[in-house]
């Protein structure tokens, strides 16, 4: 395979999905670089989730290519695609563990599968997991339905760093906490950006987010992706919805938060 | 050196193990990943066993990748007493190296809960079981008692019932499930008749096939079919509704508006099962009798359905078309009760809903056959 890690991680090529008639995606350009964290942006029912759902291998592109690491998906056999997907780790909204195993056997799950380490070695790397993302100990025996929306989410998080990804899908990952929680979260991210050269392209809605952790980020609007910059450049393009978006006073107290802690 | 062997040390991790001064030199060369560590792990534990240090020194100058398992053994070689760990050095090539084997060093210490298997355990979950069945039983008495305290207030009240949720379930509880109650019973009519056939030809007793057809019939088979039936469908399906409301916080909106769960979600189902079942059951005896007469017709010489049911109408009194009777409205209220309680019951997860509705089934089916036999005894002390 032409797995090249010198190549960007994610590169989306005059991509179009529709659903019926329904166009959500047309002629749409995306890159994401290696290790840098990129937001993406978008109004509801604007197609992140689809674009997301695209780039993970869950739905098919209906025109244009995938590409990651140079890579080619489209006519990989479905071997190729599973060791693609091994090098993609991916932090679903709800979290999406498994309810009836515990936190340290959802992050057991992708080691079972995909290696042969013996069950006590594979134990003590998920709890490796545990404690990297942040979670008490005595939270590897239990069940998601016993976690806060928080751990439930750093426990995802674990599951999704199980195999020790190269790209990492983050869908709103600060959505439903409290801004306490959302801002040791965002820490957390960058932390585990060094530690472990991750490329990371998380959707979200949360300006905090966006203007403290994020290098760059991508608007899709109209069907494609308009712009893909820093962000002091993407708030000067005059697209309405993108000026709406990051004139609101949200926005701009945002702004003012993330200027001050710049200048600390 | 050859080629190959250059080659190898790339491709291939490796390390050397040096102690000096009490310390521990550990050179690490080529990929420490999740793929290749399962080779060395064995290995580099069995060497560290062996050595006598305190610190630890790592040079990673020859590490071509580094990921957190590979960072995880590594940090096997840092000795901790109890209290705390020695210190250890880095020599590498990437500040992300240091960060990892801190986070590997930090996650080896505090060593995580363990779940433990102990050979009682199997005792422990048989008192357990003991223990949730007399929970259970008392529970389900409760919320009867509960449902029978709103049931009667409503009762002063009719226009407060939700007859049209009672319509809707009548339809689902009653009427959906007539065909299958009808050809199930139909079946047993025909079984039953069946193994009389032969038994009372054998003792020249077969004018007898239309009470013992009619006995079996109408006092017990149709009204417990049309249990069972309603236990698999309906009573499932409660189960099923009422948790899943349950886990998406319906019921707590609900509590909140100040809609009595009650009145709302247990009361019409209850009313639905006690509409239903006698009409059911009423269906499910024709329909047996129905099989009973055919096969009598098939299999037993000289009774033709004309004399059948000239006997049957003589021989079988009312009464037990009424025992029969009785007990219908009896377990439809049983399976919705302690389908409504099961449901109600569900917490967040989605295993609980699955336990919930097995456990559901499971105690309605036991309650019908155990009432039934409480039934019995009844009608026997009474003569009937």
């Known amino acids: 395979m032409g797995i090249d890690f010198s190549k960007p991680p994610v590169e989306v090529k005059n991509l179009r999905s529709q659903f019926g008639d329904n166009v959500v995606h047309e002629s749409l350009d995306f890159q994401v670089r290696g290790g840098e964290i990129l937001g993406l942006v978008g109004g509801s029912g604007s197609g992140k989730t689809v674009l997301m759902n695209t780039l993970l291998g869950l739905k098919e592109p209906d025109g244009g290519d995938v590409f990651y690491f140079g890579q080619n998906r489209t006519g990989l056999s ?78 995802g998080l674990a599951r999704a760093l199980a195999l020790d990804p190269k790209l990492l899908f983050l869908d709103e990952p600060t959505a439903g906490l409290d801004p306490i929680g959302a801002s040791a979260f965002d820490k957390l991210i960058l932390d585990l950006r060094e530690a472990m050269g991750l490329t990371i392209l998380m959707i979200t809605h949360d300006l905090d987010s966006l203007f403290t ?44 938060a993330g200027d001050g802690a710049g200048a600390n | 050196m050859s080629a190959e062997a250059i080659t190898d040390s790339i491709t291939r991790p490796d390390f050397q193990l040096r102690v000096e001064d009490r310390r521990l030199y550990l050179t690490a060369r080529g990929p420490w990943t999740l793929a290749t560590i399962k080779a060395l792990d064995a290995r580099l534990e069995k060497d560290l066993n062996i050595q006598d240090y305190e610190d630890v020194s790592y040079n990673f100058e020859g590490l071509t990748d580094l ?4 960072a995880y053994i590594l940090a096997r070689a840092i000795r901790c007493t109890p209290e705390e760990c020695y210190p250890f050095h880095l020599t590498g090539n990437s500040s992300g190296q240091k960060i990892l084997m801190r986070e590997a060093a930090d996650a080896s210490m505090g060593r995580a809960p363990q779940e433990v298997r102990q050979w009682f355990d199997v005792l422990v979950r048989m008192g357990e079981a003991s223990e949730s069945f007399v929970k259970e039983t008392f529970d389900n008495l409760v919320f009867l008692g509960v449902f029978m305290v709103v049931m009667i207030r ?21 009427l959906n499930a007539a065909p299958i109650i009808m050809t199930l019973s139909f079946f047993i009519g025909a079984v039953i008749a069946y193994m009389g056939a032969n038994m009372l030809a054998a003792n020249n007793l077969q004018f007898m096939m239309p009470e013992l057809v009619g006995f079996a019939v109408l006092r017990e088979f149709a009204v417990v079919v049309m249990a069972v039936i309603l236990a698999g469908r309906s009573d499932s399906a409660f189960t099923a509704q009422i948790g ?65 049911m000239e006997r049957f109408s003589e021989m079988v009194t009312l009464e037990h078309f009424w025992v029969g009777m009785s ?10 009760v302690i389908g409504c309680r099961q449901g109600l019951a569900v917490t967040g997860s989605v295993e609980s809903l699955g336990k919930r509705t097995t456990q559901s089934v499971v105690q309605a089916l036991f309650a019908v056959i155990f009432v039934d036999a409480l039934f019995a005894v009844f009608f026997y002390q009474i003569g009937v």
């Open chain 1, 213 to 256: 952790i994020c290098d760059r980020v991508s608007v899709l609007v109209d069907k494609h992706i308009a712009i893909t910059d820093t962000l002091p450049n993407v708030m000067k393009h005059p697209h309405a919805w993108i000026q709406e978006y990051f004139g609101g006073p949200r926005a701009r107290a945002a702004l003012n």
């Open chain 2, 244 to 308: 899943a409301m349950k886990m998406r916080q319906e019921i707590d909106a609900m509590q909140v508006i100040g809609m009595d769960r009650y009145e709302t979600l247990v009361i019409p189902r209850a009313l639905a099962c006690i509409i239903s079942a006698p009409i059911l059951t009423f269906l499910a005896m024709i329909s047996g009798i129905l099989g009973g007469v055919i096969v009598t017709w098939i299999a037993v010489e000289g009774i033709s359905p004309r004399f059948f």
């Open chain 1, 78 to 155: 479905t071997k190729e695609r599973q060791s693609l997907n091994n090098i993609m780790g991916v932090l679903f909204q709800g979290g999406a563990l498994f309810s009836s195993m515990t936190v340290r056997q959802n992050i057991m799950i992708p080691l079972q599968e995909h290696t042969d380490l013996p069950a006590a070695l594979m134990r003590e790397l998920a709890d490796m997991k545990i404690h990297m993302v942040g979670l008490p100990t005595h939270a590897a025996t239990l069940y998601p339905s016993d976690l806060s929306g928080g751990m439930r989410k750093r426990a």
């Open chain 2, 154 to 174: 409503q009762m002063f009240t009719p226009h407060k019932i939700r007859w049209k949720s009672v319509v809707a379930h009548i339809e689902d509880v009653g």
């Open chain 2, 67 to 70: 990921d957190t398992a590979g």
């Open chain 2, 327 to 336: 007990k219908a409205p009896v377990f439809g209220l049983i399976i919705a």
